[in-house]
């Protein structure tokens, strides 16, 4: 049986992406996303499911994590993100007052909050969130989370799809210790990797030529800042293709020359979703 941990209570979304890759699978939460990268990285047998970054509101926040921990990325899922108002069963929308859950979910359903006066209480998380409204038993706190959570904790959706824009995805990342990758095919690949370049003048514009020359696409661009530092930054980049493609070898080996540390994170099949949403 495989075995996920996630960040945060059951019912969270990334409870739900877990289920939707292996409903079968044991899901375990986790206090914070370190305590989810540690134990992955304790126990090669199991792996993490993190969200990292929604359509709308971007990144997540992980990065740091996924540099410091050097995981391997085995898949990437996208999964739709519909927020519901959750209340004990038989409230009405008039009865509420105060809304909880995640900073993120209550600013992607800013217009439903303000169109009805309701009060904003930024919790650690949506799945906590609804937790808490059902131990309160109060009618006039609900919740902005999953209908997994309704199920989770008896409570009933007040109203459905309450986000401010409909098709909101939010990108989530597969990753365990061991290193895994798919067969070079005909299908589509992403090589995710990081890279910390030496300090030289127009580092970064030498290091990226390669790319262009070579007619590779770079789909993600991030630079971090090192801890405790403001003057060296390591780089998160994603691009179409698998690292066996000739092109992509040539454009990592032109990156490698400008290079104090590299490191590949994963090669894996490009979610169809991204197809969809081009």
Do not use: W
């Not at 986790?30 to 969200?51: G, R, V």
């Amino acid at each position: 049986m495989s075995k996920f941990y996630f960040q945060g209570t059951y019912g969270a979304y990334s409870h739900l992406a877990a289920l939707s890759i292996d409903s079968t699978a044991e899901i375990i939460p986790c206090k914070t996303f370190d305590e989810c990268f540690m134990k992955a990285s304790e126990d090669s047998s199991s792996k993490i499911i993190i969200p990292e970054s929604n359509r709308i509101t971007g990144n997540i926040g992980i990065e740091y994590l996924i540099f410091k921990y050097r995981l391997n990325i085995y898949s990437e899922y996208f999964q739709k993100i519909e927020h519901n108002l959750l209340g004990l069963p038989g409230t009405k929308l008039s009865e509420i007052k105060n809304v909880y859950s995640h900073a993120q979910a209550l600013s992607q359903c800013s217009k439903f909050i303000k169109k009805n006066n309701l009060i904003e209480h930024v919790r650690a998380d949506t799945a906590g969130s609804a937790q808490m409204v059902s131990i309160s038993g109060e009618r006039n706190k609900a919740a902005i989370a999953s209908s997994l959570s309704a199920k989770t904790y008896n409570l009933e959706v007040v109203k459905k799809n309450i986000e401010n824009e409909k098709g909101n995805l939010t990108r989530f990342l597969v990753m365990g210790k061991n290193i895994l990758q798919p067969e070079f095919g005909s299908k589509k690949y992403i090589t995710s990797f990081l890279f910390k370049l030496k300090s030289k003048p127009a580092a970064l514009y030498q290091s990226l030529s390669g790319f262009a020359i070579n007619g590779v696409n770079l789909t993600k661009l991030q630079s971090y800042p090192e801890k405790n530092s403001f003057e060296s930054f390591f780089f998160l980049c994603d691009l179409d293709g698998h690292i066996e493609d000739s092109r992509v070898q040539k454009s990592l080996e032109d990156l490698g020359l400008h290079c104090q540390d590299f490191h590949v994170l994963g090669v894996f099949e490009a979610d169809k979703q991204r197809e969809i949403n081009k």
